[in-house]
T-cell receptor, first 116, second 115 residues
Framework: AQTVTQSQPEMSVQEAETVTLSCTYD???????LFWYKQPPSRQMILVIR??????QNATENRFSVNFQKAAKSFSLKISDSQLGDAAMYFC?????????????FGGGTRLMVKP | DAGVIQSPRHEVTEMGQEVTLRCKPI?????LFWYRQTMMRGLELLIY????????DSGMPEDRFSAKMPNASFSTLKIQPSEPRDSAVYFC?????????????FGPGTRLTVL
């Protein structure tokens, strides 16, 4: 079974600074997708960024980028120029390509606080 | 498209009562997932359907929980009888296999409080 681990229960960053959230996973599959979801106080799950395991190039979405290290099974999220609206819970998630049900396995989450 | 719709958004009930949570997936999606989020266990998959058929219900905690999908546009998650430990946020998500990245679209969640 796949597992996803987020070792940082809480992180804090100063507004306009950069922060990196860590995620590691365990799988025996060779191809899969990885995601970062943001959950603000509204509880809505918002997809921030996604990565295909067979793509070596790290995904980037505006101020959000990932550092994907396949051999190390690491998938960290970097938020540049942090904004107050970035404060939320962030979840790393995994799904396998061979899994017809597209089931997502989530990490435990990291609470990000942004200081003005 | 309105996205995944869940109702109610909040539910407060007393222990022993029956609770029914509802979900309308995005039109055209053939996968539907029910997740539960708690402080202790985080986000966990309860059950998922493909073309209205339950495929994997191994995450359903016990017989008090049941889920149905009578048609492509509606699913229910029922708890009977409810217990305080069922208090959580319940999410419904939908997808279809042709989507890039097998992306799932989440509803806003139902916050359930069992007193």
């Amino acid at each position: 079974a796949q597992t996803v681990t987020q070792s940082q229960p809480e992180m804090s960053v100063q507004e306009a600074e950069t922060v990196t959230l860590s995620c590691t996973y365990d799988t025996s599959e060779s191809d899969y997708y990885l995601f970062w979801y943001k959950q603000p106080p509204s509880r809505q799950m918002i997809l921030v960024i996604r990565q295909e395991a067979y793509k070596q190039q790290n995904a980037t979405e505006n101020r959000f980028s990932v550092n994907f290290q396949k051999a190390a099974k690491s998938f960290s999220l970097k938020i540049s120029d942090s904004q107050l609206g970035d404060a939320a819970m962030y979840f790393c998630a995994y799904t396998g390509l061979n899994n017809a049900g597209n089931m997502l396995t989530f990490g435990g989450g990291t609470r990000l606080m942004v200081k003005p | 498209d309105a996205g995944v719709i869940q109702s109610p958004r909040h539910e407060v009930t007393e222990m022993g009562q029956e609770v029914t949570l509802r979900c309308k997936p995005i039109s055209g999606h053939d996968y539907l997932f029910w997740y539960r989020q708690t402080m202790m266990r985080g986000l966990e998959l309860l059950i998922y359907f493909n073309n209205n058929v339950p495929i994997d219900d191994s995450g359903m905690p016990e017989d008090r929980f049941s889920a149905k999908m009578p048609n492509a546009s509606f699913s229910t998650l029922k708890i009977q009888p409810s217990e305080p430990r069922d208090s959580a946020v319940y999410f419904c998500a939908s997808s279809f296999l042709g989507l890039a990245y097998n992306e799932q679209f989440f509803g806003p969640g139902t916050r359930l409080t069992v007193l």
